[in-house]
C-alpha cells in the first residue's frame, strides 16, 4: 500500500482532534527488520510532514516484540524518546 494511502485515514483525524503530537509503538523488529524500519521512518516523515511532533515508544526487544506484550507484562519498561524532527525534514 502506498505511504500516502497508508496515512490517509488518520492523519485528518489527528488534526481534527487539534493534536500536536502522536506517539509511535512499531513493534520491536524496527531494529532487524529493514521493511518495518523503512515503514517507521515513512510514518515519521508523514507526521513531520503534517505538523504533529512525533515521539517514539520504545521498550527491550527481549521483553517482547509488540506493544500489546509489553502492556500484558508486569516487569518491562517502556522508555519515550522525544524526535528532533529537524533531523527527519525533507
Known amino acids: ?12 483525524v489527528l488534526k481534527n482532534m487539534h493534536s500536536t503530537s502522536a506517539t509511535i509503538a512499531y513493534d520491536m523488529d524496527i531494529l532487524t527488520n529493514p ?3 523503512e515503514d517507521m ?10 505538523n504533529i511532533k512525533p515521539r517514539l515508544a520504545l ?10 506484550d509489553i502492556l500484558t507484562s508486569y516487569n518491562c519498561f517502556i ?6 524532527v529537524d533531523q527527519y525534514k525533507k
Do not use: A, C, H
Open 1 to 12: 500500500m502506498p505511504q500516502s494511502d497508508q496515512y490517509s485515514k488518520f492523519i485528518p
Open 59 to 68: 521498550w527491550n526487544l527481549n521483553d517482547g516484540k509488540g506493544i500489546d
Open 79 to 84: 522508555k519515550f524518546k522525544e524526535i528532533n
Open 35 to 37: 521493511r518495518v524500519k
Open 41 to 50: 521512518l515513512n510514518l515519521l516523515n508523514t507526521l513531520i510532514q503534517n
